[in-house]
């Protein structure tokens, strides 16, 4: 897949690229700079992400179960409908997939693997995981991230046509670049921004704050070697250190929510589909 995406950038290097000063053509690139470097709006944003997620869903289908996702949703819209970006189409779906992983598109779809619910105890837990899904939504970690990307694999003028012609082959390269994030990971610094943040969302919206430290203590205790868990510790920083941070920098947070509700019964009943 890398080698393929480095065939791609290469083929994007303008063929006929020369020496000569044409006063066009500096004009243009320092236009389409400005454009590569300029924010990408919140349509684009949305735009991309349907796409990314359509990507997405060709990989993995959602567990065919009504009433989960319908709860999922539910549980997701309350937490996202508490944040700045509240208006965002938000969408949450469970994938079929054994393995515990978790991730967020652009524009706000969220989804969380049928592995991962089933390792989750309580609403709180399953709250905690989305709220970190959607910290990266309010961040735009992602959609940084693809911009940095297309930045240096796209042209200037090809980042402008992906981002307004949906069918370009400029856009289906951005894409492709945007879901092969998924295997890459994120920045660090970006997850343990989403874990802190997340934590705050989940508390806000009436959880215990203690639902996505239970979920890294899950993780934590599981092997690393087990292939179930294999692309999450690739992509994300190690349980362990998650935990630390958390409690570097958010345990008077914690401490203050831990004992609001973790809604156990309802989760159970809920979330059975998954088990
Ligand atoms: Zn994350």
Same mark, same amino acid.
């Given at each position: 897949?890398?080698?393929?995406?480095?065939?791609?950038? %290469?083929? %994007?290097?303008?063929?006929?690229?020369?020496?000569?000063?044409?006063?066009?053509?500096?004009?243009?690139?320092?236009?389409?700079?400005?454009?590569?470097?300029?924010?990408?709006?919140?349509?684009?944003?949305?735009?991309?992400?349907?796409? +990314?997620?359509?990507?997405?869903?060709?990989?993995?289908?959602?567990?065919?179960?009504?009433?989960?996702?319908?709860?999922?949703?539910?549980?997701?819209?309350?937490?996202?409908?508490?944040?700045?970006?509240?208006?965002?189409?938000?969408?949450?779906?469970?994938? @079929?997939?054994?393995?515990?992983?978790?991730?967020?598109?652009?524009?706000?779809?969220?989804?969380?693997?049928?592995?991962?619910?089933?390792? +989750?105890?309580?609403?709180?837990?399953?709250?905690?995981?989305?709220?970190?899904?959607?910290?990266?939504?309010?961040?735009?970690?992602?959609?940084?991230?693809?911009?940095?990307?297309?930045?240096?694999?796209?042209?200037?003028?090809?980042?402008?046509?992906?981002?307004?012609?949906?069918?370009?082959?400029?856009?289906?390269?951005?894409?492709?670049?945007?879901?092969? +994030?998924?295997?890459?990971? %994120?920045?660090?610094?970006?997850? %343990?921004?989403?874990?802190?943040?997340?934590?705050?969302?989940?508390?806000?919206?009436?959880? @215990?704050?203690?639902?996505?430290?239970?979920?890294?203590?899950?993780?934590?205790? +599981?092997?690393?070697?087990?292939?179930?868990?294999?692309?999450?510790?690739?992509?994300?920083?190690?349980?362990?250190?998650?935990?630390?941070?958390?409690? @570097?920098?958010?345990?008077?947070?914690? @401490?203050?929510?831990?004992?609001?509700?973790?809604?156990?019964?309802?989760?159970?009943?809920?979330?059975?589909?998954?088990?």
């Amino acid at each position: 897949m890398r080698f393929l995406f480095l065939l791609l950038a %290469l083929a %994007l290097t303008p063929a006929h690229a020369q020496f000569n000063l044409n006063l066009d053509r500096i004009l243009d690139t320092v236009k389409n700079v400005g454009k590569a470097t300029k924010e990408i709006d919140e349509k684009e944003e949305i735009a991309i992400g349907r796409d +990314m997620a359509a990507r997405l869903l060709g990989a993995a289908s959602l567990v065919a179960d009504a009433r989960l996702q319908r709860y999922v949703n539910h549980v997701g819209r309350w937490l996202a409908s508490q944040t700045e970006r509240a208006d965002l189409p938000w969408q949450f779906g469970v994938l @079929d997939a054994p393995q515990l992983n978790a991730f967020a598109v652009p524009g706000g779809t969220i989804f969380v693997t049928r592995g991962l619910v089933a390792k +989750m105890r309580n609403e709180a837990e399953l709250a905690g995981v989305l709220s970190h899904e959607i910290a990266h939504v309010l961040k735009k970690h992602h959609l940084k991230a693809i911009q940095k990307g297309a930045q240096v694999s796209l042209a200037g003028d090809a980042l402008s046509t992906a981002l307004s012609d949906s069918r370009s082959e400029a856009r289906a390269k951005l894409i492709s670049f945007g879901t092969e +994030m998924y295997s890459r990971g %994120l920045d660090k610094s970006d997850e %343990l921004e989403a874990d802190r943040l997340g934590g705050v969302i989940a508390a806000r919206c009436g959880y @215990d704050a203690y639902g996505l430290p239970a979920v890294l203590q899950t993780l934590q205790a +599981m092997n690393a070697e087990d292939s179930a868990v294999a692309l999450m510790f690739k992509t994300h920083p190690a349980p362990a250190e998650r935990l630390e941070s958390l409690a @570097d920098k958010m345990q008077p947070t914690l @401490d203050a929510y831990s004992g609001q509700p973790q809604l156990p019964e309802r989760f159970t009943a809920e979330a059975k589909a998954a088990k």
